[in-house]
């Protein structure tokens, strides 16, 4: 059974410096990851992805490094700003039609 | 850019009522997936349409059914409300045919069952 874990329920960081969120998998079929972001109130944004060809991917301020072998993938903010401020939920792709598995989220706050 | 709307935005229902719940995908987006998130939870994954055919299914209740029409659009009907299905419903869309797996979310239906 795929599963997909985010240890960590909550994240403080100061403005500027590096948010580091993390991600845990087992028995990923498609090692394909997708980060969403989520404010109250609102759907999950989508922010970045990667695939297994893949050991980085990097969009702005956002990368994403997974380590297969781990089984561990993890979010980097540089830097980071208050409006980061949300939960972070990573995501498995967990069939070939799409459907997504979610961590439980971190919630990141950044302070000014 | 157009977004996934979501219909209604709220809904209060009693115990043992009907409910059903809307959504507009993407234009051009061929798939549409619908996710449950309880209090303090991840997103659930219930069932997803491609070309209006039912194509993944999660899990979704017996007394929940779900539809893909011919413009599109989704509905999710509930029936026999029980208080655990409170809870914020969303439906995201996709373009299968894209080079990626992205999901684009709606902004949710709060359901509360009372």
């Known amino acids: 059974d795929q599963q997909v874990k985010q240890n960590s329920p909550s994240l403080s960081v100061q403005e500027g410096r590096i948010s580091i969120l993390n991600c845990d998998y087992t028995n990923s079929m498609f090692d394909y990851f997708l980060w969403y972001k989520k404010y109250p109130a609102e759907g999950p944004t989508f922010l970045i992805s990667?695939?297994?060809?893949?050991d980085k991917n990097e969009d702005g301020r956002f990368t994403v490094f997974l380590n297969k072998s781990a089984k561990h993938l993890s979010l980097h903010i540089v830097p980071s700003q208050p409006g980061d401020s949300a939960v972070y939920f990573c995501a498995e792709l967990g069939t070939s039609y799409g459907k997504l598995t979610f961590g439980q989220g971190t919630i990141l706050t950044v302070h000014p | 850019a157009a977004g996934v709307i979501q219909s209604p935005r709220h809904l209060i229902k009693e115990k043992r009522e009907t409910a059903t719940l809307k959504c507009y995908p993407i234009?051009?987006?061929?798939?549409v997936y619908w996710y449950q998130q309880g209090p303090g939870q991840d997103p659930q994954f219930l069932i997803s349409f491609y070309e209006k055919m039912q194509s993944d299914k999660g899990s979704i209740p017996d007394r929940f059914s779900a539809q893909q029409f011919s413009d599109y659009h989704s509905e999710l009907n509930m029936s026999s409300l029980e208080l655990g299905d409170s809870a914020l419903y969303f439906c995201a869309s996709s373009d299968r045919t894209g080079p990626s797996y992205e999901q684009y979310f709606g902004p949710g239906t709060r359901l509360t069952v009372t």
């Open positions: 234009p051009r987006h061929d798939t």
């Open positions: 990667i695939s297994s060809i893949k």
